[in-house]
């Protein structure tokens, strides 16, 4: 049984790390750090509350420590955990900078420790799905990829942190996301595009992006987030020579974490036929429409993986070198915005 620690229980806390881990066989959360509050104990009743990073990480029975906190702590927190001679999930972004990535990666290497970033969107139900249009072929030749995550959020964020420029903004908070899908999906891009704006009417971080990735066979994935759309389009628009590939909605599992201390319905990531995608495939000049089962999701296989790479039965489920093209290409991204114009990817200085 691998116990693990939750540096901090706000919303990615108390959502994402703190249900999964506690659904997950060969896992157990055993404690929390909580600074002045103890929500945390009142869902697990079992686990204990520390008050801080010290109390936490003298701990000898942790192994695992996962960071939740705001994105700007990320690095300092992480290279600690690692230094206390313990494995470490960090929470996306896994820090602010590729070079500090670089530093986490060498640092974790020397010691022999697993730093995992937490890119949970690879399990997302839309996202398994459309992998798997991509790689049976039945749209030919693809040419392009919208990939879109828009939200009504008109207002500054409930959570204060989110809104300051050094925490980066809805390019660092979902960019990552869609940025780790598209790197996945397809591979490294040969240079990048992007405009990063301030659309709402407020004081805050860069709250919309349009991000294009260009690559050598013809390829272009276009990124885009924003918080002004009453309507969202597609989650998904997969263009090729002989069809597409549509997508709306989103994964269902955060709201249902939201209301869940672990997993237990069967079922889990499933999603109603309504809300399946459609294929959409030219056949002797006659378009064909059928809609596409999506394959569940499961935030879960993020965590399974985390353990059986620590137990040392399988490889990590990301990689921090995955984390760290993601913060090379969002730095390009701002570059590109910046000077108003595309640049160039250099992906030959990449830390091993």
């Known amino acids: 049984m691998i116990r693990v620690g939750v540096v901090g229980f706000g919303l990615a806390g ?92 060498e640092l974790a290497g020397g010691l022999g420790r697993q730093c995992i970033p937490f890119h949970n969107r690879r399990w997302d139900n839309d996202f398994q799905t459309i992998q798997k249009v991509v790689q049976e072929g039945s749209l030919g030749m693809l040419v392009h990829l919208a990939s879109s995550f828009d939200r009504w959020r008109p207002g500054p964020s409930t959570r204060a942190w989110k809104e300051e420029p050094a925490q980066g903004g809805l390019l660092v908070d979902i960019g ?96 109603p036929e309504s809300a399946q995608g459609t294929l959409s495939v030219d056949a002797d000049r006659r378009l064909v429409e059928t809609r596409i089962a999506s394959v569940p ?20 489920p990301v990689q921090a070198a995955d984390a760290w093209r993601v913060a090379r290409l969002l730095e390009w991204a701002r570059e590109s915005a910046q000077k108003r114009a595309g640049v160039d990817c250099d992906w030959s200085h990449e830390p091993s």
Not at 53 to 64: K, T
Not at 217 to 229: D, E, H, P, R, Y
Request: net charge neutral.
């Open 14 to 105: 108390r959502v994402f790390h703190a249900p999964l881990i506690s659904s997950v066989e060969g896992l157990e959360l055993a404690a929390v750090l909580e600074r002045s509050t103890g929500h945390a104990a009142t869902r697990y009743p079992a686990i204990a509350t520390y008050r801080s990073l010290a109390e936490l990480l003298a701990d000898r029975s942790i192994q695992l420590v996962v960071v939740a906190t705001p994105n700007s702590t990320h690095f300092e927190l992480a290279m600690q955990v690692l230094g206390a001679g313990k494995h470490v999930v960090v929470d996306k972004p896994m820090a602010m900078s590729a070079d500090e990535i670089a530093q986490m990666m």
């Open 176 to 271: 990552t996301h869609l940025a780790d899908q598209a790197l996945t999906l397809f591979g490294l891009p040969n240079a990048v595009s992007a405009e990063i704006r301030m659309e709402r009417d407020c004081d805050g971080a860069p709250d919309a992006f349009t991000l294009r990735l260009h690559y050598l066979n013809g390829l272009i994935v276009t990124l885009s987030a924003n918080t002004l759309s009453t309507l969202a389009r597609p989650r998904f628009h997969l263009r090729g020579t002989r069809g597409n590939y549509w997508k709306w909605g989103l994964d269902p599992q955060e709201e249902a974490l939201a209301k869940i201390t672990r997993i237990d319905a069967p079922g889990w990531g499933s999603e």
């Open 297 to 316: 999701g499961d935030y879960r296989k993020f965590y399974a993986g985390v353990r059986d790479a620590i137990l040392g039965t399988g490889p990590a």
